[in-house]
């Protein structure tokens, strides 16, 4: 006797929906465990870690703030994912927007500059991540690599480039030896929304973005492209569609957004180049992009949600003293669990005797 997955013949679409939610509240039961374990109170942590931060406007105002690179990541990557190329690296394409970036900022620094500044920061930065996400996608559709390890370990190479710039000729020479690079001015900057925190107006165009996303994949043909192209490829080559030429257009859009997430992040909240700029949103945007169901509006919500979790965890850090990488342990427990229940969605577990199995 043995247990085997059979594949469903008919999902139930409302399970579809119902997926995220279950591995939400199994992430809490869990999590609930891990702090009984750590000797503090389940409910109480929870509560820390959860319900705190909405309580406080300044922290509303954080999850934003860390909601916005998440969303623009994942709502690329959402297009990746739905045309079946596996888009690993766009940590590393984070990166490589914000160097992009950044270089124009610090180019005009100090020289009489305008408003156009900022916009065509924005514009290199989404230039830059894209430049870094085609070379997977080239790479597939020309030789068969496989898209998940070269995408994954141009990371290091983007992150090493970052390193070199800002301790070598990007350094601030003003700044007592720091690995980091002068403050942007003003020009520069992510405007703010309100006063008294740091919601920017990057969140705008995160909801944007994924209101276009939106649009895009449920009404137009190359959304339909897309889609077709993911669940049947064979189909799509019969409609004439060229998988290929899709697979260049949601890598190169899916490096875009994060390129301009990561020069978003750094002309906003950081104001200045670093050796590291990012907490890994990169790789957290993956399980936003399946917490979203691969539906950018979708991504956009399980960005807030997922953005929750890191101001959770540094309060937790703070009132409860509990190690900051239990972020990460929580986030990874919310992806084992929102792709265990997509897998009982897909198939049903069915205990099969040595007859049957042989």
């Not at 480039?161 to 992510?190: C, H, I, T």
């Not at 993911?230 to 019969?238: D, I, L, V």
């Not at 539906?295 to 929750?308: E, K, T």
Request: hydrophobic fraction near 55%; charged fraction near 15%.
């Amino acid at each position: 006797m043995r247990l085997q997955l059979e594949r469903r013949d008919n999902q139930p679409f409302w399970l579809s929906f119902a997926s995220p939610l279950v591995a939400v509240m199994l992430t809490l039961i869990a999590g609930a465990i891990l702090f009984s374990l750590m000797g503090k109170a389940p409910l109480a942590a929870l509560k820390v870690y959860f319900l705190d931060p909405l309580s406080d406007g300044w922290a509303l105002q954080e999850l934003t703030v860390k909601a916005t690179p998440l969303a623009l990541i994942a709502v690329g990557l959402s297009l990746c994912y739905l045309s079946n190329n596996w888009n690993i690296g766009a940590e590393g394409q984070l990166v490589m927007g914000a160097i992009f970036g950044s270089w124009l900022a610090l180019a005009t620094h100090g020289t009489p500059n305008g408003p156009w500044v900022l916009p065509a920061m924005l514009a290199m930065g989404a230039f830059g991540g894209m430049l870094l996400a085609l070379v997977p996608a080239v790479l597939k559709t020309r030789y068969g690599a496989n898209e998940i390890l070269t995408s994954l370990m141009l990371v290091y190479v983007a992150e090493l480039a970052l390193d070199y710039l800002v301790r070598g000729p990007w350094r601030d020479p003003k700044g007592f030896n720091f690995p980091q690079s002068v403050n942007f001015e003003p020009e520069a900057v992510m405007p703010l929304i309100v006063g008294g925190g740091r919601m920017h107006v990057g969140f705008i165009l995160a909801v944007v973005v994924a209101i276009a996303a939106t649009f895009m994949i449920g009404r137009t043909l190359k959304g339909f492209e897309i889609r077709l192209v993911g669940a049947a490829p064979r189909a799509a080559r019969f409609a004439g569609f060229d998988d290929r030429r899709t697979t260049l257009f949601v890598f190169a859009v899916s490096g875009a957004l994060a390129g301009l997430a990561g020069i978003i992040e750094v002309a906003g909240p950081i104001g200045q180049l670093q050796p590291s700029i990012s907490p890994g949103y990169g790789f957290t945007a993956i399980i936003v992009a399946f917490l979203g169901r691969l539906n950018p509006v979708g991504a956009l919500i399980a960005a807030l949600f997922l953005a929750l979790t890191f101001i959770g965890g540094e309060n937790a850090q703070i009132t409860l003293r509990v190690p900051l990488d239990l972020t990460r342990v929580f986030q990874g427990l919310l992806l084992f669990f929102v792709l265990g229940c997509d897998t009982f969605i897909l198939y049903r577990l069915r205990l099969v005797g040595r007859e049957r199995a042989a």
